[in-house]
Nanobody, 120 residues
Framework: QVQLVESGGGLVQLGGSLSLSCVAS????????MAWYRQTPGKERELVAR???????NYEDSVKGRFTVSRDVAKRTVYMQMTNLKPDDTAVYYC??????????????WGQGTLVTVSS
C-alpha cells in the first residue's frame, strides 16, 4: 500500500509559476513510475508528466517546455515545477504511483488531489 500526499496548489495569475509536491509513504525506488495527472469537471483524468524509476521523464504535449517533473529520493518526494501557467492548466492535480506486480499487473495509487487555478 502506498500513500501519497500532495501539496502546493493554489491560485496564480496568467504566466505565473507554481510547484507541486508529492510525498510517498514508501521508498520511491520501490515504485515503477510516479506521475502527475489532472482533471477538470466533466473530463477524464489526463496524464501531465511522468518520471520512471530509472529517471526517464515524459510530458503531455501542451506542457512541454513549461512543466518539469523531478524527484528527491531521500525525501521520497516527486515535484512538478509549473511555469508560464495558462487558464487551460486550471484543474485538480493528482499524484500517481504505479507499481507493476508480476501476478496482479499494474497497481495504481492516488493522492487526494490539489487544486490549481490560473486566472486571466
Amino acid at each position: 500500500q502506498v500513500q501519497l500526499v500532495e501539496s502546493g496548489g493554489g491560485l496564480v495569475q496568467l504566466g505565473g509559476s507554481l510547484s507541486l509536491s508529492c510525498v510517498a509513504s514508501v521508498n520511491i525506488y520501490s515504485i515503477d513510475a510516479m506521475a502527475w495527472y489532472r482533471q477538470t469537471p466533466g473530463k477524464e483524468r489526463e496524464l501531465v508528466a511522468r518520471i520512471t524509476k530509472g529517471g526517464l521523464t515524459n510530458y503531455e504535449d501542451s506542457v512541454k517546455g513549461r512543466f518539469t517533473v523531478s524527484r528527491d529520493v531521500a525525501k521520497r518526494t516527486v515535484y512538478m515545477q509549473m511555469t508560464n501557467l495558462k487558464p487551460d492548466d486550471t484543474a485538480v492535480y493528482y499524484c500517481n504511483a504505479r507499481i507493476h506486480d508480476y501476478h496482479f499487473g499494474d497497481m495504481d495509487y492516488w493522492g487526494q488531489g490539489t487544486l490549481v487555478t490560473v486566472s486571466s
